[in-house]
């Protein structure tokens, strides 16, 4: 290990001659805060010409934060709205049709009532579109021009499934379990449904009828959160529909509107109390993980406005270093000053390097800053909640500095190889 | 006894080739503490060049060139520039004054890049301006000042580092000559302190206020007449 040393030895004693011109006097240093006050004035002696280099800058970390922000933002809406209706719903499908001939039809009569027993459980009902002959179509009056209506889909429905949807009523109300269990010839349609149908209001009683039997209106719905599709229907009570036109074939399905985080559990648990003995004829759809959605939705639009935003960093860049160069040839004559009072290359090198840096780091506050409240006006324009990652807040003004630092290297390097002979000669 | 301030042993400068330019003859030259010099000759003899080589902004190709007893042949760049920080106060024709700074803080220039403790630089450049007849004009901007004024200012700056040499290149070039008179008066006064003054110009006026003049004619360097060894 000691052999070692030895080559070092003729290598460094040159170093120590060069040491021993220095003793006497010790090199001229540029302390942090004498840079940054020189590089400070540098900036703020044009301030004009500062803002508008730092302008791309500005433009660049704005949309960085603003991109990755308003991702957050909406993604994080994104999953409220799911959490709030798609969380809490189950689908429970029959199925029995696919395990055997022999197979028992559909939902038992109380098949509802069964279901709602369950813990977070909150409203339950079987559903499924009435098959209609084709000689059975919905209209207003039994008889006259009215008679020509047009296909409206009819679906037979669990009172359950009114509540489930969660409607907006534009008159009158849903029918409930005794309107079911009773089989009343009652119907509950959709706005758009009444308009084709001519029913403007619901204070004479009107009816529709479909094929040769009445339904009085009891309800017209102007929007519901779930199954959109019962808007465009008329949705008459499921034992009705039973009497009038018998079971459905196959295609029954039941709507559970649960309680917050019930959903799995009650997906789980749903076909054994339609049926203990026979679960496997119905199955039932759980929610989607929310993780799962969010991550979808996150990826391919954030990458797009990314490459924008480092688009506009690149741009900022360029015009960072171009003012930088110019106002390096302009200010020839003060390099060659400082070098003749004493500054050396290197001090040049930090200031210029100093001030696109400074450039670049307050472009990036202030784009920090925009980008914040435009996310944040977005928000409280959408009624949205705002998220901003705190590491985006902390990293956009240092992605700035970076910026700054990078367009300053040329200009600075071409600032430190001005001879002061040359720059003093203006 | 102390070395000269200025110490030239055959030094001169050639540009290289091709064809290769003889700015500076070979020369000596000995300047004690405590002279006024004055270096004179047409434009184009060779002036610039014998400022460039004493101020240490450029390197004799031959010979060797002493600063206070420093050869300077042996330094490397970073040292040069130290040296010509702190031994070596210029004063330009064209002023040199950075236009937004004000006049204390041109002064205090000076004093950031030659190492001076922060909490002195203020108090020393004020009393720089001061000495030059600008203690009531500190804050004023170069703009807000006149020819004389500015020249005044960078007197101060080129003072306020306490060099052992004054070197003024064509001080009074870019002056009328009332203010011109002025200015002399002053680098007279400086001189009767004790500071070692190199004044560069091609006015005759300025060059009888030397009490040692020099003359560079074709890039030789003689003095009173007599050419140097």
């Known amino acids: 290990m000691t052999r070692r040393l030895r080559p070092r030895l003729p290598v460094r004693r040159p170093a120590r001659r060069r040491a021993a011109a220095t003793d006497r006097m010790p090199r001229n240093r540029l302390s942090v805060r004498d840079l940054l006050a020189e590089a400070l004035a540098g900036v703020l002696q044009r301030p004009g010409r500062s803002v508008l280099t730092s302008l791309g800058t500005v433009l660049g970390v704005g949309a960085f934060v603003a991109v990755l922000g308003l991702t957050a933002t909406a993604s994080s809406q994104i999953d409220d709205r799911f959490n709030a209706l798609t969380a809490t719903e189950v689908t429970v499908e029959d199925v029995s049709h696919e395990q055997g001939s022999d197979a028992a039809v559909g939902f038992p009569a109380d098949a509802d009532r069964r279901v709602e027993r369950l813990n977070g459980v909150r409203h339950a009902g079987a559903y499924w579109p009435v098959d209609l002959d084709p000689g059975q179509q919905v209209h207003s009056a039994p008889v006259g021009a009215a008679r020509g209506g047009s296909r409206i889909q009819v679906v037979a429905a669990g009172s359950g499934v009114l509540r489930a949807a969660r409607p907006t009523l534009a008159e009158g109300r849903v029918y409930d379990t005794w309107h079911d269990r009773t089989g009343q010839r009652v119907a509950v349609i959709g706005a758009g449904v009444a308009t084709r149908l001519g029913i403007t209001t619901l204070e004479t009683q009107p009816a529709v009828f479909i094929g040769d039997e009445a339904f009085t209106v009891v309800g017209i719905v102007e929007d519901v959160e779930r199954r959109a599709d019962l808007l465009l229907s008329v949705v008459v009570p499921r034992s009705t529909a039973e009497e009038v036109w018998g079971a459905p074939r196959g295609t029954a399905k039941m709507l559970v509107a649960t309680d917050l985080g019930a959903a799995a559990q009650v997906a789980a648990e749903a076909p054994l109390a339609l049926d203990p003995a026979h679960p496997e004829w119905f199955r039932a759809v759980p929610p989607p993980d929310p993780r799962a959605l969010r991550t979808e939705v996150g990826g391919d639009l954030d990458q797009l406005f990314l490459l924008l935003a480092a688009i506009c960093l690149f741009i900022g860049t360029v015009g960072i270093a171009n003012t930088t160069l110019v106002a390096v040839l302009e200010r020839t004559g003060e390099i060659g000053l400082r070098r003749a009072l004493g500054a050396r290359g290197r001090h040049i090198t930090a200031q210029f390097l100093t001030e696109s840096g400074a450039l670049g780091a307050l472009g990036g506050l202030v784009g920090t800053s925009l980008g914040i409240l435009t996310v944040v006006g977005v928000a409280l324009a959408r009624d949205w909640t705002p998220v901003i990652h705190p590491e985006v807040a902390a990293s956009a003004p240092v992605i700035g500095l970076a910026t700054g630092l990078a367009a300053g290297l040329y200009p600075a390097w071409r600032a430190s190889r001005i001879q002061p002979v040359e720059a003093l000669r203006r | ?229």
Do not use: W
């Open chain 2, 1 to 229: 006894m102390t070395a000269p301030v200025i110490e030239l042993r055959q030094a001169g400068l050639t540009y290289p080739g091709p064809p290769p330019v003889q700015a500076l003859a070979p020369c000596d030259l000995r300047v004690e503490r405590g002279e006024f010099v004055a270096v004179v000759g047409p434009s184009g003899a060779g002036k610039s060049t014998f400022l460039n080589i004493v101020g240490l902004l450029d390197a004799p190709t031959c010979g060797s060139y002493l600063l206070d007893g420093v050869d300077t042949g042996a330094l490397k760049d970073a040292d040069r520039t130290t040296l010509r920080g702190r031994r070596i106060g210029f004063v330009f024709q064209s002023f040199h004054l950075l236009p937004h700074r004000s006049a204390v803080e041109n002064v205090t220039l000076a004093l950031i890049h030659n190492g001076t403790p922060r909490k002195d630089r203020a108090a020393r450049a004020r009393h720089a301006l001061e000495q030059v007849g600008l203690g009531h004009r500190i804050d004023a901007l170069p703009t807000a000042l006149s020819g004389g004024e500015r020249q005044r200012v960078a007197i101060a700056r080129a003072l306020v580092g306490e060099p052992s040499l004054l070197l003024c290149d064509e001080p009074t070039g870019n002056l009328d000559s009332a203010t011109a008179h002025s200015v002399l008066e002053l680098l007279e006064a400086v001189h009767a302190k004790g500071m070692t003054v190199l004044v560069i110009t091609h006015d005759p006026t300025v060059a009888a206020r030397g009490r040692r003049t020099l003359t560079i004619q074709d890039g030789a360097l003689t003095e009173a007449g007599r050419r140097s060894r």
